[in-house]
C-alpha cells in the first residue's frame, strides 16, 4: 500500500493528451512539493518533473506538473509511442522524521 | 558527467545481512549540495525509498526500514554502501543508489527528488 495513491494504468493514442493523478494528505503533497519519473522498461528511473512543475534539463516540455491542494498532475501533450513507461510520483513527507513517499505507479500505454 | 555504479551480492541467504555499494564518478559525494540515498524495487512493483545520507552523516530513513538499515559514507574513495540486516524474501528487488537532492534550511526540508540514479542492481534473497 503506498502512501500516494496513483491509478494503475493509463493510455492514449499518438497526439493525444493524458494526465496521470497522485494523491497524498497535508503531510506531504499538501506541504511539500511533488517529484515525477519516468521508468522505461528494464530502465532506472529518470527524474521527470521537480518542484511541482519544472523540467530538468533535457525533459521536453511536452511534459508537464501541476499541484493542487493535496493532488498532483502529470500531463503529457502531444504523445508517443516511446512515452509508454511506468511513472511515479514521489515527495517528502513530514511524518516521523520525514521521508520520502512514492505513489505506486501508473502504467501507460500508448495505443 | 557524474556516474553511479551499484556493486554487491546477487544472491543473499534469509536471515543474513544484504551489503551493497554505490562508486561514484565524475562528481565527489563531498558535495555541500547532495544528499546520496538508495531506492528499491521489487520485482513487477514499484519504487520505495530506503534511505538517503549526507557526507558529514546526517541522515534520513524510510521509517519502515530504518531498524534494518545502515547507510555509510567513504568520502576517500568517493563510495556510500547500504546494509540491510535481517533480510527475507520480501527484500528480493532490484536496489538503485542515487543523487538525492534534500535542502535542509534552518528546519524547512525542501526534496527535489533523485536527479542521478545508477543502473541498478538484482539482490535476491534465498537459501
Known amino acids: 500500500q503506498s502512501v500516494l495513491t496513483q491509478p494503475p494504468s493509463a493510455s492514449g493514442t499518438p497526439g493525444q493528451r493524458v494526465t496521470i493523478s497522485c494523491s497524498g494528505s497535508?503531510?506531504?503533497?499538501?506541504?511539500?512539493?511533488i517529484n515525477w519519473y519516468q521508468q522505461l522498461p528494464g530502465t532506472a528511473p529518470k527524474l521527470l518533473i521537480y518542484?511541482?512543475?519544472q523540467r530538468p534539463s533535457g525533459v521536453p516540455d511536452r511534459f508537464s506538473g501541476s499541484k493542487s491542494g493535496t493532488s498532483a498532475s502529470l500531463a503529457i501533450s502531444g504523445l508517443q509511442f516511446e512515452d509508454e513507461a511506468d511513472y511515479y510520483c514521489?515527495?517528502?513527507?513530514?511524518?516521523?522524521?520525514?521521508?520520502?513517499?512514492f505513489g505506486g505507479g501508473t502504467k501507460l500505454t500508448v495505443l | 558527467q557524474l556516474q553511479l555504479q551499484e556493486s554487491g551480492p546477487g544472491l543473499v541467504k534469509p536471515s543474513e545481512t544484504l551489503s551493497l555499494t554505490c562508486t561514484v564518478s565524475g562528481g565527489s559525494i563531498s558535495s555541500s549540495d547532495y544528499y546520496w540515498g538508495w531506492v528499491r524495487q521489487p520485482p513487477g512493483k514499484g519504487l520505495e525509498w530506503i534511505g538517503s545520507?549526507?557526507?558529514?552523516?546526517?541522515?534520513y530513513y524510510n521509517p519502515s526500514l530504518k531498524s534494518r538499515v545502515t547507510i555509510s559514507m567513504d568520502p576517500s574513495k568517493n563510495q556510500f554502501s547500504l546494509k540491510l540486516s535481517s533480510v527475507t524474501a520480501a527484500d528480493t528487488a532490484v536496489y538503485y543508489c542515487g543523487r538525492d537532492t534534500i535542502m535542509v534550511r534552518r528546519v524547512i526540508i525542501y526534496y527535489d527528488g533523485m536527479d542521478v540514479w545508477g543502473q541498478g542492481t538484482t539482490v535476491t534473497v534465498s537459501s
Open positions: 518542484s511541482d512543475n
Open positions: 545520507m549526507y557526507y558529514s552523516g546526517g541522515a
Open positions: 497535508r503531510s506531504n503533497i499538501g506541504t511539500n512539493t
Open positions: 514521489a515527495a517528502w513527507d513530514d511524518s516521523v522524521n520525514g521521508y520520502v513517499v
